[in-house]
């Protein structure tokens, strides 16, 4: 089966990037399943109900998130009636939503396990995304043995040990928040594909989808700077990942980058 994992997508323009593209893609690569990083789709932080539903609609089964998902109060009463919308599952038992999900494929029996984690290395406070993984993944292959890995993180070393850490056991681990995509893509001894960071979909003109002279400001002077969304024609981002059913691994692993017009 093929499977679709799309990075941080920033705004509007991210939304209107995936309109564009998720529908081209499924019927030029013959995609099943599509995974995307929402905690950005929003005005550039967070994400609201409306908008996860616009995401939804446009042929994603699941969205992934990481440290801004809270940023919209109105996510939370949501998330506990929307399984398909995780926050990362090593925040602390209770929060709302779940950090994991099990999901068929469209048409298929196959079913295909999404886990949500987050670093600790220059991050926020949360628990062992390393022990909450292992603990998570007993449970997910009690249903599946396609298992798809979004580490939301900032260092590169923590994503890589996650991947080695994983190998084997998971179908894929992809790297997100840092909208930077990275040229590793690999598929490890054990059969687990791997990408440090899948990327963004958002304005390409910008600082990480964010305006640029807000930002050059902002290192200039290190005085407060309001962080608006870029606009201009989109990168969409991602990896493209081969998975054989009968066993879960991965065969192949492809990064995904296509411009759409603004």
């Known amino acids: ?34 995974i995307a990083n929402c905690e950005n789709a929003s005005g550039g932080k967070g994400i609201d109900p409306d908008n996860a539903e616009q995401l939804f609609d446009l042929g994603i089964d699941v969205l992934t998130s990481g440290n801004h998902i809270w940023r919209n109060p109105a996510i939370v009463p949501y ?30 029996e196959v079913t295909v396990g999404v886990l949500n984690l987050i670093g600790r290395v220059f991050m926020g406070p949360a628990d062992c995304p390393f022990q909450i993984a292992q603990a998570a993944i007993e449970e997910m292959r009690k ?16 994503k890589v040990a996650m991947g080695r850490f994983l190998d084997g056991r998971v179908s894929a ?11 590793d893509e690999t598929i490890l001894p054990g059969g687990t594909a791997y990408l440090t960071d899948a990327g963004m979909c958002g304005p390409e003109d910008s600082v990480l989808g964010v305006k640029t002279e807000a930002v050059v400001r902002r290192f200039l002077s290190q005085m407060p700077a309001r962080f608006d969304v870029a606009s201009g024609p989109v990168l969409v981002q ?18 995904v980058r296509e411009r759409v017009a603004a």
């Open 1 to 34: 089966m093929k499977l679709l994992y799309l990075g941080d997508v920033v705004g509007r323009p991210g939304r209107r990037g995936l309109d564009s593209l998720v529908p081209r893609l499924r019927a030029r690569e013959g995609v099943q399943f599509v």
């Open 79 to 108: 998330m506990k009636d929307n399984a398909r919308l995780l926050r990362p599952c090593n925040f602390p038992p209770g929060n709302p939503g779940a950090g994991w999900v099990v999901r068929a494929v469209r048409g298929s």
């Open 143 to 158: 249903q599946t043995h396609i298992i798809f890995v979004d580490m939301h993180g900032e260092a590169t070393s923590e």
């Open 173 to 183: 681990v992809v790297g997100s928040h840092t909208h930077i995509q990275t040229a």
């Open 238 to 255: 991602g990896a493209l990942v081969d998975i054989d059913e009968a066993t879960g691994r991965a065969t192949s692993i492809t990064r």
